[in-house]
């Protein structure tokens, strides 16, 4: 129980703190420590040995991956294939089927072997432009892709080659399509309820005249410049379908 504490306490902390504004670069060094001293552990030697060899590791794997998924991002968004995009998905399902197509869209991404980091960073513009088109605020982004790539296509269909189902294999004796059933069943429920929460709130924000452009004093407010010749719909999609190949 106190170990579960020690992880729990400053994991929860980190997580409130990130939210409230702090910085992650100081507050992860300060909850290192945290967890450090309520384990009674020497606090410079677990900075230097556990959490700086850890975090060196993290950025060795995934350094090159968020470096070119951003720039990736940033090539879909200003070309304007993200929005080229965006406008035939909202034309094709209609405009209040955004966040059914993002969270659709990352979960055939992932649950087809693309990395969560890739899909992140590859859908993001794309979910940009489908709650810009929609006029949805812009902060159930976040959760749609979440919800899409992290949730029922990482733990509960079966046969999903992310590592969380991959784990487990070797100690249990079991394959990637162990207990279909109960996965689908799982998968089912998370994405039931997680579109049945976007959905209502999404109506609620709408309902108190929150939209797309409903931004604080600090950010732009101006609408995005037009396209000055639109990409044919193909196009736009093959930086997307390179990526997948």
């Not at 507050?27 to 040995?49: H, I």
Request: hydrophobic share 60%; glycine share 8%.
């Amino acid at each position: 129980m106190l170990t579960l504490t020690t992880i729990l306490i400053p994991l929860g902390l980190l997580i409130w703190l990130a939210w409230r504004g702090v910085s992650v670069l100081i507050l992860a060094p300060v909850m290192a420590l945290l967890a450090s001293a309520m384990a009674r552990e020497p606090l410079l030697a677990s900075l230097t040995e556990v959490f700086m060899p850890a975090t060196g590791g993290f950025i060795t794997a995934y350094f090159l991956l968020f470096l070119l998924g951003a720039v990736f991002g940033r090539i879909m968004e200003d070309s304007g294939a993200a929005r080229r995009i965006a406008d035939g998905i909202v034309r094709a399902l209609g405009a209040d089927q955004a966040i059914p197509a993002v969270v659709l869209s990352c979960a055939i991404l992932t649950y087809g072997g693309v990395s969560l980091f890739v899909v992140a960073f590859a859908v993001y513009p794309l979910a940009m432009a489908l709650f810009r088109s929609a006029d949805l605020p812009r902060r159930l982004i976040p959760a749609a892709i979440a919800l899409g790539a992290f949730t029922f296509t990482m733990t509960a269909l079966p046969g999903t080659p992310a590592i969380q189902n991959a784990i487990p294999m070797p100690y249990f004796g079991t394959t990637a399509f162990a207990a279909p059933g109960l996965g689908v069943i799982a998968a089912l429920i998370m994405a039931g309820l997680g579109l049945l929460w976007l959905t209502t709130r999404a109506r609620r924000l709408r309902a108190q005249g929150e939209g797309f452009l409903h931004l604080t004093s600090s950010e732009d407010n101006s609408a995005p410049a037009p396209i000055r010749k639109p990409l044919r719909f193909w196009l736009a999609f093959l930086p997307i379908a390179a990526v997948l190949a």
